[in-house]
């Protein structure tokens, strides 16, 4: 099994930038596609972005879309999420995830069917002011 930390979260203004980071641990992450979710306060979570282990496909929610940049370092185990043009209602907890499904929408598909993913991180918080 894979652990998962996350780091980066702090606070920005409007407009501002910050770059998430996700450390793995244990088995061979390469094998694993990977993604972000964030929950808001009050809401329930979400799906944010994804990559595929297999082709490297990427996929990202329509919200952020053009803003947001997922991608990994398989040589540090790492996966980053790039985050621009922030607005408020990016403020949320951010989750890293793992798991072996080999497509991006894997995920998404495990997720929406309240399926167990493999591994999740602690969360890091997003706050962005005005």
């Known amino acids: 099994q894979v652990q998962l930390v996350e780091s980066g979260g702090g606070l920005v203004q409007a407009g501002g930038s910050l770059r998430l980071s996700c450390a793995a641990s244990?088995?061979?992450?390469?094998?694993?596609?990977a993604a972000w979710f964030r929950q808001a306060p009050g809401k329930e979570r979400e799906f944010v972005a994804a990559d595929s282990w297999l082709d490297g496909k990427t996929v990202y929610s329509d919200s952020v879309k053009g803003r947001f940049t997922i991608s990994r370092d398989n040589a540090k185990n790492t996966v980053y999420l790039q985050m621009n043009s922030l607005k408020r209602e990016d403020t949320a907890v951010y989750y890293c995830?793992?798991?072996?499904?080999?497509?991006?929408?894997?995920?998404?598909?495990?997720?929406?069917?309240?399926?167990?993913?493999?591994?999740w991180g602690q969360g890091t918080l997003v706050t962005v002011s005005s």
């Open positions: 995830v793992a798991d072996r499904t080999a497509e991006a929408m894997g995920i998404i598909r495990l997720f929406s069917q309240g399926n167990r993913l493999d591994a």
């Open positions: 244990g088995r061979t992450f390469s094998r694993y596609s």
